[in-house]
C-alpha cells in the first residue's frame, strides 16, 4: 500500500499542460443532425463538450462560422479543427469544473 502514492506520483508527474489553463486542445469532431460537437481536452482529465449549431444559412452571429473564421477555415473544413487550440472561459457550476470555447477572444 505504501508504494501507491510513489505510483500515483509518477503518474502525475507525467502529465504535461500547455503551460495554462487559458487555451485547450480540440481533440476530436462529432456530428449530430444540425450540430457540431467540439471536444476539448485537458492533460489527465476527461474532454468536455461544447455543441454548436450548424445553421442553415451563415450569419456573423454564427458561433460556429466564428470559430471557423478564426482559424482561416470554411463551412466544409470543420475536422480541420481537431489539434488546434482555442481560448476558453472556465468556471465551477454545479462544483464541477466547466470549460467553454470564449468565442469573444477568438
Not at 454548436?52 to 470543420?78: E, F, I, M, S, T
Request: proline share 6%; charged share 30%.
Amino acid at each position: 500500500m505504501d508504494g501507491d502514492i510513489y505510483n500515483t506520483a509518477e503518474a502525475l508527474d507525467s502529465v504535461r499542460s500547455n503551460g495554462d489553463l487559458d487555451t485547450v486542445e480540440i481533440v476530436e469532431i462529432t456530428e449530430e443532425s444540425h450540430e457540431v460537437c467540439l471536444h476539448l481536452q485537458l492533460p489527465g482529465s476527461p474532454d468536455f463538450e461544447q455543441w454548436l449549431n450548424r445553421p442553415p444559412v451563415w450569419g456573423a452571429n454564427c458561433d460556429l462560422k466564428r470559430v471557423l473564421d478564426a482559424y482561416g477555415l470554411g463551412p466544409d473544413d470543420v475536422e480541420q479543427l481537431v489539434g488546434k487550440q482555442v481560448p476558453v472561459n472556465r468556471e465551477v457550476i454545479d462544483g464541477t469544473l466547466n470549460f467553454e470555447i470564449d468565442i469573444e477572444d477568438l
